[in-house]
């Protein structure tokens, strides 16, 4: 038994010397139907790392031909299922651009959207990617209005969207809690302007009433006054746009001691 387990080791390490022999011998030669004959094996096998080689040396034979078209196509395809999106996205995109009259080119652009969506990081890093990303997926929406994927970039759009609304969310939040009250103040009127249906718009409003109020208490004497009022309005604003919040009791306390101190101010 264990004679005949070593013998099928040693068969198949001599199958598979003899494959990359025969593999090597390929990329070497100049027999370009054989070329493109084995990088479509390795690729339906998804060998994809070994196939990319064959597809260039086929593109850079003859670009201009059918198998030049498919072999630069299943090169970006390649680099997609490798998960090597940066690469991916240029070959798409480079497709797009050499075959302008491809039939593939909707699922290209498609495919070049969704490389930079997948380039985008989480929302705590810089969100330059996440960026590009929305501007891909919209460009193909634009390009493609009839297409069957346009509710599926929608929704991958939304998705982006709430990432870099959750990043400038964070920024408020971020501030307001080593205290530098005037940018809490400045990043949330921000945010509102950007994101006015967010969902963490109440909380927004709520960090923007209660940093304003501490920005104004820590002023100096000549700025006090006209920063108490600011703060007062925006107690306001935010009683009357949320009643029921749940915030209301902690900034009804805080808009009392405010007030407090303007009259203080006014007596004097």
Do not use: W
Not at 109 to 120: E, G, K, R, Y
Not at 135 to 151: A, E, M
């Amino acid at each position: 038994m264990k004679k005949r387990t070593k013998y099928l080791v040693l068969a198949f390490i001599s199958l598979l010397l003899g494959a990359c022999s025969n593999y090597n011998q390929i990329i070497k030669g100049d027999d370009y139907q054989e070329k493109f004959r084995l990088a479509n094996e390795m690729y339906e096998d998804k060998n994809y790392d070994r196939c990319i080689i064959l597809y260039e040396q086929v593109y850079q034979h003859a670009p201009k031909t059918d198998e030049g078209e498919v072999a630069y196509y299943r090169l970006a395809k390649s680099y997609y299922q490798m998960e090597d999106f940066y690469m991916a996205g240029y070959y798409f995109s480079a497709y797009i651009q050499r075959f302008p009259y491809s039939v593939k080119n909707e699922e290209a652009l498609f495919l070049t959207a969704l490389c930079s969506v997948q380039n985008s990081p989480e929302y705590s890093l810089d969100q330059t990617e996440t960026l590009t990303a929305i501007n891909n997926v919209q460009q193909f929406v634009d390009r493609y209005p009839n297409s069957n994927l346009v509710d599926s970039c929608n929704h991958v759009i939304d998705r982006l969207r709430l990432k870099l609304e959750i990043k400038e969310f964070e920024k408020v939040k971020s501030y307001s809690r080593t205290q530098y009250f005037r940018a809490a103040v400045t990043a949330a009127d921000l945010f509102c302007d950007n994101f006015p249906l967010s969902v963490f718009k109440e909380e927004t409003i709520y960090l923007a009433v209660k940093n304003c109020a501490s920005y104004a208490l820590n002023s100096i004497d000549s700025k006090k006054k006209e920063r108490i009022e600011e703060s007062i309005e925006r107690y306001r604003n935010f009683a009357f746009e949320y009643p029921d919040s749940r915030y209301i009791r902690e900034l009804d306390v805080l808009n009392k001691k405010i007030e407090s101190e303007l009259k203080l101010l006014t007596e004097n």
